[in-house]
Nanobody, 116 residues
Framework: QVPLVESGGGLVQAGDSLRLSCAAK??????MGWFRQPPGKEREFVAE????????SYAASAKGRFTISRDIAKNTVYLQMNSLKPDDTAVYYC???????????WGQGTQVTVSS
């Protein structure tokens, strides 16, 4: 299991920003992404980025407020979250997909709490 080390969660107020980081140790992947699980709900897709070329895609809830990016040299993916809302409160998970596979590697999760 390749470790994905996440950081950057915390408690913020509505309208604030946070940046999550996820470092993949030991190898690179075809695609890396972020998912979240709000309290009492299923895990849902937030954003992903193709490592080669940097093509991105977003959930409707993230478009215009969140930006996913990568640092190839650091083998790290970021999620910049702006204009946070209480509905963004969730455990955020980093995930990685090898070429030809779906998301098979998951981080430990980092809590993001947005107060109103």
């Amino acid at each position: 299991q390749v470790p994905l080390v996440e950081s950057g969660g915390g408690l913020v107020q509505a309208g604030d920003s946070l940046r999550l980081s996820c470092a993949a140790k030991g190898r690179t992947f075809s695609t890396m992404g972020w998912f979240r699980q709000p309290p009492g709900k299923e895990r849902e897709f937030v954003a992903e980025i193709r490592w080669s070329g940097g093509v991105t895609s977003y959930a409707a809830s993230a478009k215009g407020r969140f930006t996913i990016s990568r640092d190839i040299a650091k083998n790290t993916v970021y999620l910049q979250m702006n204009s946070l809302k209480p509905d963004d409160t969730a455990v955020y998970y980093c995930a990685a997909a090898p070429s030809g596979f779906g998301y098979v590697h998951w981080g430990q999760g980092t809590q993001v709490t947005v107060s109103s």
